[in-house]
């Protein structure tokens, strides 16, 4: 009778938990999926690197600071495209704003990097006009570092970023579900069933 018993546990274990009937066993403990960045951000990711990559070669301190500047700012760029916009604020007319003030809004988690360039980009507009001394040597070498650490941040942040798995066709969707930013329509999140 033990040996019964025992044969009848180690089929169980083979065999696993008894199948859902509501669906996939896959429905049952939703797993993160890793949603890639879209094409415009990949694309501006790239330009940014390559933009750095050619600060490194410039001879000048000015060439090489305003060169990862651009670098810079094409990689918030990326963050704003793969993110959405802000949410809209009540006001007649919206003022233009950089991407500096910006981004903080769309990425909280970037806001120290984004105060970090904008404090440089007075210093980008004097070197992009040729102003002697605007940017020294050792500003282009630390900006140039600071950009390379910033650019690969972001690519961390937008290339690994998780997405729930949508709700399977004509299943309800869960209550409190949040869309993630920018990948609807709507412009913010939304939260159903509240």
Excluded: K
């Excluded at 065999?15 to 797993?31: E, F, I, K, Q, Y």
């Excluded at 060439?63 to 495209?81: D, P, Q």
């Excluded at 959405?84 to 981004?103: H, Y």
């Excluded at 950009?147 to 729930?164: A, D, H, K, S």
């Amino acid at each position: 009778m033990a040996n019964s018993s025992a044969a009848a546990a180690r089929r169980h274990r083979a065999t696993g938990p008894a199948p859902s009937l509501t669906g996939p066993a896959s429905d049952v403990h939703p797993v993160p999926r890793r949603a890639p960045a879209p094409p415009a951000a990949l694309g501006l990711l790239a330009q940014a690197r390559e933009g750095l990559e050619e600060a490194t070669t410039l001879r000048t301190p000015n060439e090489r600071y305003a060169t990862a500047h651009l670098a810079a700012l094409r990689t918030a760029a990326a963050v704003l495209a793969a993110r959405g916009r802000p949410d809209p604020t009540p006001r007649r007319r919206a003022r233009i704003r950089s991407a500096w003030e910006v981004l903080p809004e769309i990425a909280p988690e970037l806001a120290e990097w984004s105060a970090l360039f904008a404090a440089g980009a007075a210093r980008r507009a004097r070197a992009e006009a040729g102003i002697r001394g605007a940017a020294g040597q050792r500003d282009a070498d630390d900006l140039i570092r600071d950009v390379g650490m910033f650019i690969r941040l972001v690519e961390r942040l937008l290339l690994l970023q998780p997405v729930l798995p949508r709700p399977a066709p004509g299943g309800a969707a869960t209550a409190g579900a949040v869309e993630p930013r920018g990948r609807s329509g709507g412009g913010g999140n939304r939260v159903e069933g509240a």
